[in-house]
Structure formats: C-alpha cells, structure tokens
C-alpha cells in the first residue's frame, strides 16, 4: 500500500447536443430571455488593429457541413496581449477577446468579425504568430476540439512559430492557415475545418 | 519571462474517446488523428473572465427566468447546487456556469426540436450564474423530463440538465451534463456510456440532498463540477497554484 493522492478528478466531459444554442445563445435559439446575451463583440469599438471577419464551415467525415456546431473564439489584442489578469500589459476598454460563434442552421455556414492579433509571446521567449485559439462544441463531439487559426498574410511569422513548427507532418500544418480575400473593402479570412478524413483539421491537447 | 504555471494534461481515458459507435452521431464528427499534444502558452493559460455586470439574479431561476408575472414552470421544483473546484480541490470563484435542459415533458424550446411533448408557455430552459468567492452555485429550477431520440429506434435520454462552465484559463473549458440520482435511464444512455469508467460516469450522478431542500417547496440535488488543476510555478512574478 502506498499513501494516497488527494487530488480530484476532471469533470468528465459530455457532448454538448444539439440545442447547445438554448443555453448558450438562446436568441439563435429563437427566443429572447436574457438581458444581454454574452459572446457577440469580440473585440469591442475601441480596439486597435485591422477590422477583419473570419468565415467558414465545419465539415464532418462524409462531407457535410455540420449545421448545429458551436464554436469559442480565443484571441488576444493588436499588441498580443491577452485580457487577463496574469497578462503583463493593458488591453483597450471593451475588448474581451473572446466571442461566441453560432452556424446559419440551413448552410452550417459561420463568421465573427474582430480584429487580426498581434503576436503574443509564447513559452521560452519565442514569438509566437497572430493566431485565433477556436473551440468547437457540437452534437456528436463527445469532448470540445481545440484548434488554432492562423493567417496567410503572415507568411514569416507562421514559419517559425513554435506551435505549427510542432506539428511534424508538414503538409497538416496547412489546415491551420486561414486564406484572405478583400470583400467590400474588408478581409475576410475563410476557415474550413474538417472534423475527419482527408485535409482533416489538426487537433489539439491542450 | 518565467515558465508559464501549466495545467495537470487532461486524463483522456476518464474523458469519452471521441468517437464511440453506439452514440452514432459521434462516428463521422470524430477527428481519425491523433491530437498533437501541445506544451501550455499564455494562449491557453488564459481565458474569458466575466462578472456580476454579466449576468442578472434572474439568470439563476429557471421556474420564472421565462415566466409570466405571477406564473411559474410547471414541473417538479428543483435546486440544484454545488460548488466548482479544481483538482487541487481549491474552489474556483468568480466564474461563469451556464445550463440550458428540456422542460419537464422532455421538450426542448427550440425550433429544431419537434418532439411531440408541448412547450412550456412558461419555462425557456436556460439559466446562468457566477459563482461566489467559495465556488459555489446555485440554480432552481424543475427537473427536466426524460425523451426519445434518433439513435437506435428506441433509445430515451436520462433527465439530464447540460453544464457549461469556464474556469480561468480557455485550457479549462467544459462542457457536461447532470444526471439526476436513481434514474434507471442512466445505465442504458449510449452517450452516458460513452464514458468508459464507472467511477467517471459516477462523478455526472448529483445526489439527492435532502438537507438542502427546501420544505413544502423544492427538493434539491448536489452537483460539484472539477475543472483542471494547476501546477505550482512562478508566473511573472506571482504565485499561482495549490
């Protein structure tokens, strides 16, 4: 016998089903019952940096969008600087960095508008690239994925950021690079992630 | 900078794999590759923060959140609370839990939901709170009922409320469901039962807790959620950990 460890164990996790929307965003839900629901302005009118909208789909293993996802979007200011108490640094008044993202239900199509970040710094000192942290949540994914986005337009910085650079299959670290276009005078970068098969997403451990 | 206070990793055999064969939905929404383990950064470290500003009294009792003045759910009233912790068993304060359940005839307000069981005039089925300085929580509510669904031909969930809650860090992010004590759905449901450990399925059952309830009024049930712990490091300069 050896002593025993008083840890706790992690809640276990369980799929968020398909009327996550009631709880989360009960307005998409098709009714209004809070005050103000939480998750809509991600980066707040005060934030500096390049207004950008980010667009895309969630694809599932036989091709089909998935029409009920919810995704959480992660993200730190222009600077890289996180709104966070542990963060060295100051973000502008109404940024919160963090947004919630709800599908069209009859296309599965999503987008949030923010503004791109800045270059946070990551473990060692290293520099890591602007990048989105996503959760996706859904019926049918039994623990929420995390994943990243990263941007096309930064070519040299996502060349040595020392997460991408972790991923040992070169040829996946692509499904992590959101691709921009001007529409109306405005980016847009298109996401696409598929939960399984060819060109799937790369997942992460967190 | 100093080596960011990492969270313990997730126990992936106590979370459900994620594809499980009997719960049919999860077969083409599973990822085929393995996750790429990723060493903690002040990405994942960090996360939302909401507060009081955020949420009304309201928000936390669902039997009039959506009622008419004077009126209330109907359904079996319920508390259900507890207190969020993390894995060191230190209380987690200051964080935002949400729930959203069917009304208490299996029928969920949403308009892809067409089960034959009526809506509720007065029941929405979502609540949220934050928890106080201790990590504790509290909602009413009424319990929800059982419901089929498309799975095998057959197949009824358990009553169950869906938790979501958010911690400190977007590392501890989660979202579950409560089963309620003594349900004998419980041990039939494929999506329970996507959990592989008992001890796991277990930590989902809230007990029934007399001492809480409310006489002639609500009876009440206990639901602790743990979150991930973290290690004890310096972090700029501050202490953080057990």
Same mark, same amino acid.
């Given at each position: 016998?050896?002593?025993?460890?008083?840890?706790?164990?992690? !809640?276990?996790?369980?799929?968020?089903?398909?009327?996550?929307?009631?709880?989360?965003?009960?307005?998409?839900?098709?009714?209004?019952?809070?005050?103000?629901?939480?998750?809509? +302005?991600?980066?707040?009118?005060?934030?500096?940096?390049?207004?950008? $909208?980010?667009?895309?789909? #969630?694809?599932?293993?036989?091709?089909?969008?998935?029409?009920?996802?919810?995704?959480?979007?992660?993200?730190?200011?222009?600077?890289?600087?996180?709104?966070?108490?542990?963060?060295?640094?100051?973000?502008?008044?109404?940024?919160?960095?963090?947004?919630?993202?709800?599908?069209?239900?009859?296309?599965?199509?999503?987008? %949030? +508008?923010?503004?791109?970040?800045?270059?946070?710094?990551?473990?060692?000192?290293?520099?890591?690239?602007?990048?989105?942290?996503?959760?996706?949540?859904?019926?049918?994914?039994? #623990?929420?994925?995390?994943? $990243?986005?990263?941007? +096309?337009?930064?070519?040299?910085?996502?060349?040595? +950021?020392?997460?991408?650079? #972790?991923?040992?299959?070169?040829? $996946?670290?692509?499904?992590?690079?959101?691709?921009?276009?001007?529409?109306?005078?405005?980016?847009?970068?298109? %996401?696409?992630? !598929?939960?399984?098969?060819?060109?799937? !997403? #790369?997942? %992460?451990?967190? | 900078?100093?080596?960011?206070? &990492?969270?313990?990793?997730?126990?992936?055999?106590?979370? =459900?794999?994620?594809?499980?064969?009997?719960?049919?939905?999860?077969?083409?929404?599973?990822?085929?590759?393995?996750?790429?383990?990723?060493?903690?950064?002040?990405?994942?470290?960090?996360?939302?923060?909401?507060?009081?500003?955020?949420?009304?009294?309201?928000?936390?009792?669902?039997?009039?959140?959506?009622?008419?003045?004077?009126?209330?759910?109907?359904?079996?009233?319920?508390?259900?609370?507890?207190?969020?912790?993390?894995?060191?068993?230190? =209380?987690?304060?200051?964080?935002?839990? &949400?729930?959203?359940?069917?009304?208490?005839?299996?029928?969920?307000?949403?308009?892809?939901?067409?089960?034959?069981?009526?809506?509720?005039?007065?029941?929405?089925?979502?609540?949220?709170?934050?928890?106080?300085?201790?990590?504790?929580?509290?909602?009413?509510?009424?319990?929800?009922?059982?419901?089929?669904?498309?799975?095998?031909?057959?197949?009824?969930?358990?009553?169950?409320?869906?938790?979501?809650?958010?911690?400190?860090?977007?590392?501890?992010?989660?979202?579950?469901?409560?089963?309620?004590?003594?349900?004998?759905?419980?041990?039939?449901? =494929?999506?329970?039962?996507?959990?592989?450990?008992?001890?796991?399925?277990?930590?989902?059952?809230?007990?029934?807790?007399?001492?809480?309830?409310?006489?002639?009024?609500?009876?009440?049930?206990?639901?602790?959620?743990?979150?991930?712990?973290?290690?004890?490091?310096?972090?700029?300069?501050?202490?953080?950990?057990?």
């Amino acid at each position: 016998m050896v002593q025993k460890l008083d840890y706790l164990k992690e !809640t276990p996790s369980q799929t968020a089903g398909p009327y996550v929307h009631i709880g989360l965003a009960p307005g998409a839900a098709g009714f209004d019952i809070y005050e103000r629901e939480l998750g809509w +302005d991600i980066a707040g009118p005060n934030a500096k940096g390049e207004r950008i $909208r980010i667009e895309g789909l #969630v694809i599932d293993g036989t091709g089909s969008p998935v029409k009920d996802v919810m995704l959480e979007a992660w993200q730190a200011n222009a600077d890289g600087i996180y709104p966070h108490p542990e963060q060295a640094g100051e973000t502008e008044e109404g940024f919160k960095g963090w947004g919630r993202v709800i599908t069209n239900f009859d296309t599965g199509e999503w987008g %949030f +508008d923010t503004i791109k970040p800045g270059q946070a710094m990551g473990r060692n000192g290293q520099l890591m690239a602007p990048h989105i942290s996503l959760w996706i949540v859904a019926r049918g994914i039994n #623990v929420g994925l995390n994943t $990243r986005l990263y941007f +096309d337009d930064e070519a040299e910085a996502n060349a040595t +950021d020392p997460v991408l650079n #972790v991923i040992e299959l070169e040829n $996946r670290r692509a499904t992590l690079i959101a691709k921009r276009e001007m529409r109306d005078d405005v980016p847009v970068y298109r %996401f696409d992630i !598929t939960l399984q098969g060819d060109n799937e !997403t #790369v997942f %992460f451990d967190i | 900078m100093s080596k960011p206070a &990492e969270f313990y990793q997730r126990d992936r055999e106590w979370h =459900p794999p994620a594809s499980s064969q009997d719960y049919k939905t999860s077969v083409a929404r599973s990822p085929q590759n393995a996750l790429i383990s990723l060493e903690q950064t002040v990405s994942e470290i960090t996360g939302p923060r909401f507060g009081h500003g955020d949420v009304t009294e309201m928000d936390r009792d669902l039997i009039h959140n959506y009622a008419k003045p004077g009126e209330s759910a109907i359904g079996e009233r319920i508390i259900v609370h507890g207190r969020v912790l993390d894995e060191n068993a230190r =209380p987690v304060p200051n964080t935002l839990v &949400e729930i959203w359940q069917a009304n208490a005839g299996g029928r969920y307000r949403h308009k892809k939901d067409a089960y034959l069981a009526p809506i509720d005039p007065n029941f929405g089925g979502c609540g949220r709170t934050i928890t106080d300085e201790n990590g504790y929580y509290y909602f009413r509510t009424v319990k929800p009922g059982a419901y089929p669904w498309r799975n095998w031909v057959n197949n009824w969930r358990p009553a169950h409320i869906h938790v979501s809650v958010f911690g400190t860090a977007f590392a501890q992010r989660l979202i579950t469901q409560l089963y309620f004590e003594g349900d004998p759905l419980i041990a039939k449901c =494929p999506i329970v039962n996507t959990i592989p450990d008992q001890a796991a399925r277990g930590q989902l059952i809230a007990a029934l807790d007399m001492n809480a309830s409310v006489p002639l009024d609500s009876i009440a049930y206990k639901f602790d959620i743990v979150l991930r712990g973290r290690r004890s490091t310096l972090f700029e300069n501050r202490m953080e950990g057990n």
